[in-house]
């Protein structure tokens, strides 16, 4: 069973009251297709896109259906800043690379490819014009995800997961740290629920080319899911379950908890205990105990 045959199950097994609203900030266009893309698929969910990258933009435009909005804003801490426009754009940032650990990390020829700095204005998520509350977040803002979360409380009081990239080792001069975030999270009624993935690079010596590459120690970085916390699901209302359930399993791969928040719905009446054995035998066998 794929996972696209599983979301719509779940989809119709749920029916959520309202399409979920998701916003992807740093929704720059790759040849990925992105994680949450069966819930767009299936019509439960509508995407916010976020790129202040002109050309970027437009290129996001241009691919944007029906089911998305896009706006040309970079999300942070309001007021002026400078976006350091790398040539590798994926590293683009409002802070400026950190010489030494560049180096460090084994990373120099970063600072020897075309940056342009560019002025702009941050913009707050709570002042974007007409963005919803959210039910799930993705940002990708390298270095400025701390100050989306601290001036966007009020769109993200009901939301139910973040997946931030989070950082482990510097790579932006002034930017914050893993633990500032984290603590963020936690005031905002998150808790820490599993790492996606993690990067780990080899660090520069003069024996560095004797490494294969993946064999690096050092931590980079890596995107963390964060839920807000399921511990008491009377904390949470159908909808907000509903939400919780859907991104666990499309988007954090994570069927025990989209099976705790079935539970949940089924003492409310919401789910009963054969749709919740139907999705159990639909997940992928290598998770299913007894399964080898």
């Known amino acids: 069973m794929n996972n696209s045959e599983r979301a719509r199950f779940l989809i119709e097994t749920l029916d959520p009251e309202r399409p979920l609203q998701l916003a992807d900030i740093g929704a720059r266009l790759t040849k990925d297709t992105p994680p949450y893309q069966p819930l767009l698929d299936h019509g439960a969910a509508r995407l916010h896109g976020f ?23 970079a999300v942070g801490t309001p007021g002026p800043a400078t976006f350091y426009s790398h040539h590798i754009g994926s590293i683009s940032s409002v802070f400026p690379l950190a010489p030494a650990s ?13 940056i342009t700095e560019i002025d702009m204005e941050l913009v707050a998520l709570d002042a974007v014009e007409g963005l919803p509350d959210l039910d799930i977040l993705k940002m990708d803002v390298q270095g400025s995800e701390l100050g989306v979360l601290q001036h966007g409380r009020e769109r993200l009081a009901r939301c139910v997961m973040i997946i931030p990239e989070v950082r482990f080792y510097p790579m932006y001069e002034g930017e914050p740290t893993w633990a500032e975030l984290d603590a963020e999270m936690r005031a905002q009624g998150f808790a820490l629920h599993r790492f996606l993935h993690q990067k ?11 490494f294969r590459r993946g064999a690096g120690s050092q931590l980079l970085d890596g995107d963390a899911v964060y839920i807000r916390a399921a511990h008491d699901p009377d904390a949470l209302d159908d909808q907000q379950l509903k939400a919780l359930a859907l991104a666990a399993d499309v988007m954090a791969h994570s069927y025990d908890l989209c099976a705790y928040c079935l539970d949940a719905l089924r003492a409310r009446g919401k789910v009963d205990r054969k749709a919740i054995k139907t999705y159990i035998q639909m997940l992928p066998k290598g998770v299913l105990a007894g399964s080898g």
């Open 51 to 73: 790129e202040p990258d002109p050309e970027a933009f437009e290129a996001l435009k241009r691919a944007a259906t029906e089911r998305m909005s896009v706006y040309p804003y």
């Open 102 to 114: 560049a180096k460090f990390l084994g990373k120099g020829f970063w600072l020897n490819r075309p």
């Open 200 to 210: 780990s690079v080899v660090v520069r010596s003069s024996q560095k080319s004797e």
